[in-house]
């Protein structure tokens, strides 16, 4: 499973890379006639509590159960930087393996974190994706146990309106279709509170919009 994930979003980031060969370099922040600083992200995000081990435990895999939603908001307040929260729901069913350890109850994951994101693609002027790396700290429950995390990460975003099969010679500002686009993104979580479970990498996949 974890290798068919990494599958995934290696082979979505080379897709689209080799878009940008044919693709006009437009930089973000003259793709809108109007600034559009919010952006607000719908994903589908898997957890894996195993993925700093070398030997993992049989029947571990990630986990996706419950609410498997991530949701994502973020301001741009600086040019090419950004402030993030983020929320999801998971569930680890009984039999599982958390960080070694099997889980003798189903384990309800809840996430909320707030991360600054910084813009590659604003930075070196990319068309189409627009990778970024972001970092910051946050809370993890775990049924009743409450840890603090402090994660680093990053992901792509994709611009639909930006790919040659889609994109026109103009943008406007009054088409909601141009502020839509696709994203992928990896997070690795550190417990920091303690010495027990918690730690786990995140993955995900969705649409954002921005507003």
Known sequence: MRKNILKVFCGL???FSATTAQAQIIHKNERFIIDYNWRISANYNM?????????????SSM?????????????EFARNLSFEVDFSMNEME?????NGTLVSETIKVASFNGSFAYSLGGLFNLPVVDPYIK???GHLRLNEVD?????????????????????TSHYHHDRSFRRLGLTVEAMGRSNISTDGPGSHAQYSA??????
């Open 13 to 15: 980031g080379l897709l």
């Open 47 to 59: 957890m894996d509590f195993n993925f700093n081990y070398s030997l993992i435990p049989e029947g």
């Open 63 to 75: 986990i996706s159960g419950g609410i498997p939603v991530k949701v994502i908001l973020g301001y």
């Open 94 to 98: 009984e039999g599982n393996s958390m």
């Open 135 to 137: 970092a910051g700290i």
């Open 147 to 167: 840890l603090t995390m402090a994660s680093v990460g990053g992901g792509i975003h994709f611009w639909i309106a930006d790919i040659p099969a889609t994109k």
């Open 206 to 211: 969705g649409v954002f919009y921005t507003f």
